[in-house]
């Protein structure tokens, strides 16, 4: 116990010190490069919808536009801050891969390379570029993929709280989150990790993803579902 104790600080005060240098870099390089380019017209169209918050949109659920009028409520319509949490987002990618490479028994190479590889990715790199809804739907997929390996190696069944938040955080991002949620339900069913199907943790992370995706569920039943 005092081992895997003192194995989990050495961990925080070197290992995550160095993943988060690598996301602060990559958080840093976007900063200063993203007005480079002026707005794209999916970005006109989500700083227009950001304007006229409502529950949901024809193109996509609530949470991009959200964090849109974040940004210009914090910055003002300019090109680097609107596009700040995107790059924000893909900085918290990173270290939650760095950690993935850890929970996975890699040690600090193994762990700085897939944080790496990560930030120089193009998926990663484009989802940092703009304001776009892919940029937090990527944020979400990892991080339930994360929280899964969590649950699979503590056999901790509370990890079902954060992957249902992720999940509803998903749904209100962009709806294709639910092929990664066929995956989960699959996996549950095909493995011995069926065995949470009767604790109350699962079914508390499910309660969570349809209280977070609630408000939008309902405003597509009121606009039959556009």
């Given at each position: 116990?005092t081992?895997?104790?003192?194995?989990a600080?050495?961990?925080?005060?070197s290992?995550?010190?160095?993943?988060?240098?690598?996301?602060?870099?990559?958080?840093?390089?976007?900063?200063?490069?993203?007005g480079?380019?002026g707005?794209?017209r999916?970005?006109?169209?989500?700083i227009?919808?950001?304007?006229?918050l409502?529950?949901?949109?024809?193109?996509?659920?609530?949470?991009?536009p959200?964090?849109a009028?974040?940004?210009?409520?914090?910055?003002?319509?300019?090109?680097?801050?609107?596009?700040?949490f995107?790059?924000?987002?893909?900085?918290?990618?990173?270290?939650?891969v760095?950690?993935?490479?850890?929970?996975?028994?890699?040690?600090?190479?193994?762990q700085?390379?897939?944080?790496v590889?990560?930030?120089i990715?193009?998926?990663?790199l484009?989802?940092?570029?703009?304001?776009?809804?892919?940029?937090?739907?990527?944020?979400?997929?990892?991080?339930?993929a994360?929280?899964?390996?969590?649950?699979?190696?503590?056999?901790?069944?509370?990890?079902?709280?954060l992957?249902?938040?992720?999940?509803?955080?998903?749904?209100?991002?962009?709806y294709t989150?639910m092929?990664?949620?066929?995956?989960?339900?699959v996996?549950?069913?095909?493995?011995?990790?069926r065995?949470?199907?009767?604790s109350?943790?699962?079914w508390?992370?499910?309660?969570?993803?349809?209280l977070i995706?609630?408000?939008?569920?309902?405003?597509?039943?009121?606009?039959?579902f556009?």
């Open positions: 116990m081992q895997n104790v003192r194995s600080q050495r961990f925080w005060h290992d995550f010190s160095l993943l988060l240098l690598v996301a602060l870099v990559t958080l840093l390089v976007h900063v200063v490069t993203n480079r380019y707005f794209h999916d970005e006109l169209d989500t227009d919808n950001a304007r006229r409502a529950w949901g949109y024809v193109a996509y659920p609530p949470m991009t959200f964090i009028r974040i940004g210009l409520t914090l910055f003002g319509l300019s090109l680097v801050g609107i596009r700040f995107a790059a924000l987002a893909q900085a918290v990618v990173i270290v939650l760095g950690c993935m490479a850890r929970e996975l028994g890699g040690g600090r190479l193994a700085m390379t897939a944080a590889a990560v930030a990715a193009p998926i990663s484009t989802g940092g570029v703009m304001l776009q809804y892919f940029s937090f739907d990527y944020l979400w997929w990892v991080l339930i994360f929280a899964m390996i969590r649950l699979l190696k503590t056999n901790n069944p509370r990890w079902w709280l992957i249902g938040a992720g999940i509803g955080l998903g749904m209100l991002t962009k989150i092929v990664l949620v066929a995956g989960v339900v996996g549950v069913f095909a493995t011995p990790t065995r949470y199907l009767r109350p943790w699962l508390g992370g499910v309660a969570v993803a349809l995706f609630l408000p939008n569920l309902i405003w597509q039943i009121q606009h039959n556009i």
